[in-house]
């Protein structure tokens, strides 16, 4: 690889299209932060909004911010701007509960709709929590749904006709590598199979196309590349084929067809609204909402492309500079999320000491380092600089 | 009744022990607020923590805040400040979720550490959210599970050696009236069924004794008398004696006994932890925690009182300058929760006009007219100048 410069990269920078982004960020000063995969930064518009929603919606308005201020709309304003970033149409996305409820009613609603089969298929380094809550379904259906762990390179031919779901996290959280959605959902789709993509390590960072794919569920998290703040609200897509087919497991008074009727009775509304439960989080939705206004006008394909290039030049630079740290990660962009992995026996020594010099990233146990590369607030000069600390690190 | 004047209602506000409290709210100027019963008044505190949870501790620490603000330890910090005015002891209350899905959360652990017999019993006028979530769980379980809805007068005698499960709300979100929870406990535990009590309409406004009363497990919304803000985090109380017993349904990696291992295995934490599931939803907990402080140092039972006086006053009021107004919740304080309710026929029409004249309350179909009683911040001439309103509309 040739030799990278400073002068290189603040090119690079000065013809990114995304370099007025940064800008819409409150980052804290002299930090480096590469852990938008794990916490996205502050965008401007949400520390705005908060105070808005706090101090003039609720605080003013009281009980009328409800009809006033949208309160009820907004699980469902909030997905659809979410939507155009996966793949989805408008009124297929909401935004309700964590991730984990949501892959809940995901995994629920599949079993309704789908195939009458009952095993579903994961792999084995699939996100902890999902496996979590996929394991909790099995246990508690008493024998009449199975998990079936696979690895990686045994989905595709473990996709026989007893599979009733694909459950999968479309990047993993901890290598980076990306699956083929396309391939992998038009599999499932050939042996009958529901498939559930949780979005989590890959949305607001990747190009996503849902419908594209012919995916039938998926559900993220709002806080990593959305930038929707600590915990806060996550989504729920349902392909619009499905919505009216669910009677939901967690049914609650906000997908009743007329809930302010207070109907003792359940009758679910029509769409993606179904899928909310209990009263939506006003200011979580708000503050994920405002956060959404980065992407306003935003080419995901160029995301994608950044992404790559950020992971290029890390991936570049470690190879050159710091020989001691092997990747672990897909090499080829397109086999990634924005995120790089390397490993080193040390590693939680080195990612310590990193981060006490304001590179920000994470260590993920055994020996796991891993660097975010959020496309809309870093630059390539932050990827430069992080490697020069590691490199400075090392060579004590 | 003796005739009510204005000079005694503001005696009566002036030797009120909760006069100062008003202060610790940010009421809107001209507004006589009495829907604290649907969404609490926006505290003090709550907009300062708002302000430093969303631009300090995510905006600066960002990723680290998860450590250095005690982000993860949140929910049951907060969960132990409830646990003081709901009668459970430390570590029996976390905040997590909304209503609906820790009352799924509650009912799927019940089932689990209560007698091997498949029905709930529930009470036909329960909070329809409630009735769905019940209603939701007994369809998925094929069979197994039943409801059953029985009139109010006939709980007890429904409470057979069938009842797996007594789910109740503690006060009736329209009628106003309060169970006898020391009661109705006493006799689930006699007939050997497990009690889950929703305090959405009690908790806040009255004292609720859940150990005294042997409860074993119940849940409420923390945005009503709570005052954590429209939506916000739910809570839940499971006694100590079932926490380890239960396996969650809705398993996620906060309930995990080392989260940050990542491991591929469900291993549940000891405690009331182990009812978390996905990420805390950070800014929701922390408006929680700051509205909570105005109950610092509170003692329930006064808090209990005033709710009694303010309605006793009310419905005086009303009687003696309102006869169109039929009473529809209980006359006698200790059968209410901090709630008056009437019925009149153009119910929806004169509430509309309440509403314009700067009194907020509100209109429950077909044709119920709530008043909230916020003992913390709603004081004796509150009730006076709202009953005065509603004289006025009713001559024109």
Redesign the interface.
Known sequence: MKKITLEKVREMDRIDPFRGKREEF?L?EG?I?L?GN??G??PKA??LR??DV??N??????????DKHG?VALPGKVGDKIARLIGAKQGEVVVT?????NL?KAV?AALQVGPKRGTILTE???F??D???L???A??SGGKVKIK?VRREDLIASLTDEIAILCLTHAN??TSVRHDMAALTRRAREAGAMTIWDLSHSAGALPVDLNGCGADFAIG?G?KFLNG??????YIFVAARHQNKI???????MG?VRP???????QPVSGIARQL?????????A?LDAALEVFDGVDMEAVGEKAGKLGDLFIGLVEAECPEMKLACPREATGRTSQVTFTYPEAQKIMAEV?KRGV?A?F??PDVMRFGLAPLYNSYEDVYRAVLTLKEIFKQ
């Open positions: 409150l804290p930090i932060y852990d794990s916490l930064a502050l949400v520390r908060i105070r706090t101090e919606e609720w605080g003013q308005s009281l009980i009328a911010g409800w309160w509960e964590s991730t984990s409820i809940f629920t084995k380094g699939n902890p929590a496996l979590y809550v394991d909790a379904i246990r508690e762990r959280y901890k998290c806080y703040g600590p915990g806060g609200s996550g009677l939901p497991a967690l049914a609650g008074w009743h302010f009727d207070f109907s003792s009775d359940y439960t209990g009263t939506p989080f006003v200011i979580g939705a503050a981060v920000v994470d993920r146990p």
